[in-house]
């Protein structure tokens, strides 16, 4: 199972919105609503932030948001903030019965 | 409060077998889907295997570990184990442990163990 396709980077300035491609395949991302996405900060364990392609867990802010068209899937972060600076990885199950990561994204706030 | 804490971890020369530990609390692990990933030095996360519950039990693992690790509970200390056979120097990472939802994504994960292979 190859890993999804994520820019390697995106960055903005604070307020505005960075969207993150997610790219994978009709056996993946394209067959399941069951696409998640991870907030990682540097030396510490991944953090659940959207689940089933567009629902967030309780506590995460309403500025991320998450979508999917065919085998793509995307999070968009409105009105970025300092705190965002993180690494950014979506998931998606497979018809594997397993998961696959994306290659990951680095978002820079300027 | 659920928990999962790891032990276990720490430098195999290539070849070795190592045991890691992720004891969970706040809930139990014999009815409940858990996963294994791992994240190489530098690189992203990969999902080393999964396991769930009912019809047996099934385990799936990725092709990079099959063959040579496995993935065990044991419901009576709920703990979750992964064992590590045939360690080869590409196996160095973060090894992450962490439950499975219904929804199908990962809410709870352990800290962390860093594994390393080198002679």
């Known amino acids: 199972q190859s890993a999804l396709t994520q820019p390697p980077s995106v960055s903005g300035s604070p307020g505005q919105s960075v969207t993150i491609s997610c790219t994978g395949s009709?056996?993946?991302?394209?067959?399941?609503?069951?696409v998640s996405w991870y907030q990682q900060s540097p030396g510490t364990a991944p953090k659940i932030i959207m689940y089933?392609?567009?629902s967030r867990p309780s506590g995460v802010p309403g500025r991320f948001s998450g979508s999917k068209s065919g085998n793509t899937a995307s999070l968009t972060i409105s009105g970025l903030q300092a705190e965002d600076e993180a690494d950014y990885y979506c998931?998606?199950?497979?018809?594997?019965?397993?998961?696959?990561f994306g290659t990951g994204t680095k978002v820079t706030v300027l | 409060e659920v928990q999962l804490v790891q032990s276990g971890g720490g430098l195999v020369q290539p070849g070795g077998s190592l045991r890691l530990s992720c004891a969970a609390s706040?809930?139990?692990?014999?009815?409940?889907?858990m996963t294994w990933v791992r994240q190489a030095p530098g690189k992203g996360l990969e999902s080393v295997s999964v396991?769930?519950?009912?019809?047996?039990?099934?385990?799936y693992y990725a092709d990079s570990v099959k063959g040579r690790f496995s993935s065990s509970r044991d419901n009576s200390k709920n703990t979750l184990y992964l064992h590590m056979t045939s360690l080869r120097p590409e196996d160095t990472a973060v090894y992450y442990c962490?439950?499975?939802?219904?929804?199908?994504?990962?809410?709870?994960w352990g800290q962390g163990l860093v594994v390393s292979v080198s002679s």
């Open positions: 396991l769930y519950t009912g019809g047996g039990g099934i385990t």
């Open positions: 962490a439950r499975v939802t219904r929804q199908y994504y990962f809410d709870f």
């Open positions: 009709t056996s993946d991302i394209g067959n399941y609503y069951r």
């Open positions: 998931s998606s199950y497979t018809d594997s019965s397993t998961y696959v």
């Open positions: 089933e392609v567009s």
């Open positions: 706040g809930f139990s692990v014999s009815n409940t889907f």
